[in-house]
């Protein structure tokens, strides 16, 4: 204790342990401030993953097949075969192999009687395993091609043992996603549309999801055009002379006007 100018004062020292410790501080904040806190070195503290996405394929074509067609076919498709008795619509699939992925093992195929959303096919909704396990098609990285699609027949909405066949005069949609070893899945394809019967304004009633009375109008308007089946009224066949076998597409052509 003592005193200047008549004001008392003490000193208080602390311990020893309070001492280092406040040294301790200060010298760690000195430390910072000397060296630059906060400037950015450049150089990552700490690693990075990115995860590349597994590219989208896509659907090249999607074409019904019809039992009027077996002459047709035999030059199109030589695989083409069909038994009268037991006909029943079905299609064919093209795709490209786009994958270039080293774990790439093949293609899902997802079948719905409507256009389905990404939650439904990441739930497996309308997978179409023809073997009861995945990949629908497999196919490998090496085999990946952009000039030569591979063709794949589908022949039931729903393949054994479950088996359900497709129905006449119904619309149904086709996509595609690619599947790597590891269970990843790609963003599923664009979607394709396409009517199980190639002479929907022929065959098909009003009722139909091919045929609905709006596609009956043939002085439609272009965006209702697009979204009737080909063959009907609305969307008539580009070959009159053909339309009972389909109607082909010239080459570099998309529908509307052409179902093959």
Do not use: W
Not at 48 to 56: A, C, G, H, K, M
Not at 118 to 129: D, K, R
Not at 165 to 191: D, I, M
């Amino acid at each position: 204790m003592g005193r200047i100018s008549g004001i008392s004062y003490s000193c208080y020292t602390g311990n020893l342990k309070t001492r280092r410790i406040g040294s301790a501080l200060f010298s760690l904040l000195f430390l910072l401030l000397s060296n630059g806190c906060g400037t950015n070195t450049e150089v990552a503290q700490s690693p990075f993953v990115f995860l590349t996405p597994v590219t989208v394929p896509q659907v090249y074509s999607v074409q019904a097949t019809n039992p009027g067609m077996d002459n047709y076919f035999n030059v199109i498709d030589p695989l083409y075969s069909i038994n009268y008795a037991n006909y029943k619509p079905n299609y064919l699939l093209k795709y490209f192999v786009t994958n270039l992925e080293p774990q790439f093992v093949g293609y899902n195929l997802y079948i719905t009687a409507a256009t389905p959303s990404i939650a439904e096919t990441s739930t497996s909704g309308g997978l179409y395993l023809v073997n009861g396990t995945q990949p629908s098609f497999p196919q490998l990285a090496i085999q990946d091609s952009t000039t030569t699609p591979v063709i794949q027949r589908v022949q039931n909405f729903v393949p054994p043992p479950g088996i359900t066949s497709f129905q006449k005069c119904e619309v149904y949609t086709f996509t595609l996603r690619a599947l790597l070893n590891s269970g990843v899945l790609s963003n599923q394809s664009t979607p394709v549309s396409r009517c199980s019967s190639l002479q929907p304004a022929l065959e098909c009633g009003t009722d139909t999801s091919c045929n609905p009375s709006y596609c009956q109008d043939p002085a439609c308007i272009a965006s209702v055009q697009a979204t009737c089946s080909v063959g009907t009224i609305c969307n008539p066949c580009n070959y009159p002379s053909v339309a009972k076998i389909g109607c082909p597409c010239p080459s570099g052509v998309l529908p509307p006007g052409c179902n093959l």
